[in-house]
């Protein structure tokens, strides 16, 4: 299949796998233990932490909403640091039995037959990325970058990430297509200019997504077709290339290209 669509950018927690509840939260919750910390992030507190992006920024912003007395400390960046490193971890060892989202390795592998780059952009660490996409054997060659928390200083919501990604890559925003699930993703993705499809995820299915092109329950498979919940709706509830391309034809006759 020739295909106009030069990149595919996928995010990572919630989008391709919904890791928050039962990933990172787990993840985080075993490194305070091992660290013998007295905290624990219930489903609700991790629900609120994510509106920060960034493992180290989220446990800041923790501290700062709930453990104000620590920041006093001078070696409080040192602590932050030694917890995501375990957190980084505990997850790494979590990651491999958490299943993909419907529809997810579907699209991977057409996007890889039609000569479509993949390309993963996240605030989550590249050794959890890379742990969860072991589970599959050849998803992981199908991958052409993944652009993860290591790699830029500014995390989403702004649009550093995919700059990068796109840089890195040779790629055009105007030619791809970027995949998200969350308010906090859809706006570092919307700022970097790519056309930009929702699939609600456990903690985001009340979140704003104006500006996304469409927002979806998930990617769909032919035997369970995706819910449309707004903006552009798939054939058949199915995320395929097709679909994809409609949405970068749409927006070039509106751009006026």
């Given amino acids: 299949m020739k295909c106009g669509l030069r990149g595919l950018f996928l995010d990572f927690d919630g989008t391709i796998a919904e890791t928050e509840r039962i990933g990172q939260r787990v993840a985080y919750n075993r490194a305070f233990a091992e660290l013998r910390l007295d905290w624990f992030w219930d489903e609700a507190l991790y629900g609120e932490l994510l509106a920060v992006a960034g493992g180290k920024e ?102 550093d990430i995919y700059v990068w990604a796109l840089a890195r890559l040779g790629l055009e925003a105007a030619d791809c297509v970027a995949i998200e699930d969350s308010n906090v993703g859809l706006r570092a993705a919307l700022a970097a200019q790519l056309q930009t499809i929702v699939t609600v995820s456990d903690y985001t299915a009340r979140e704003d997504f104006a500006g996304a092109t469409a927002v979806l329950s998930n990617l769909g498979e032919p035997n369970a077709p995706a819910l449309s919940l707004h903006g552009a709706r798939p054939e058949a509830g199915i995320v395929d290339l097709a679909f994809l391309e409609e949405i970068l034809n749409a927006a070039g006759r509106q751009a006026g290209v």
Wanted: hydrophobic fraction near 50%; avoid cysteine; charge should be neutral.
């Fill in 58 to 159: 989220r446990l800041r912003f923790y501290l700062e909403r709930h453990r104000p007395e620590l920041l006093d400390d001078a070696d409080t960046s040192a602590l932050i640091a030694e917890i995501h490193r375990a957190k980084i971890r505990h997850f790494a060892e979590i990651a491999p039995a958490i299943p993909l989202r419907p529809g997810l390795l579907r699209l991977v592998r057409e996007a890889n037959a039609a000569g479509v780059m993949v390309a993963i952009a996240t605030t989550a660490s590249k050794p959890g990325v890379e742990a969860l996409l072991s589970q599959d054997l050849h998803l992981p060659a199908m991958i052409n970058l993944i652009a993860a928390n290591e790699a830029v200083e500014r995390k989403k919501p702004e649009p």
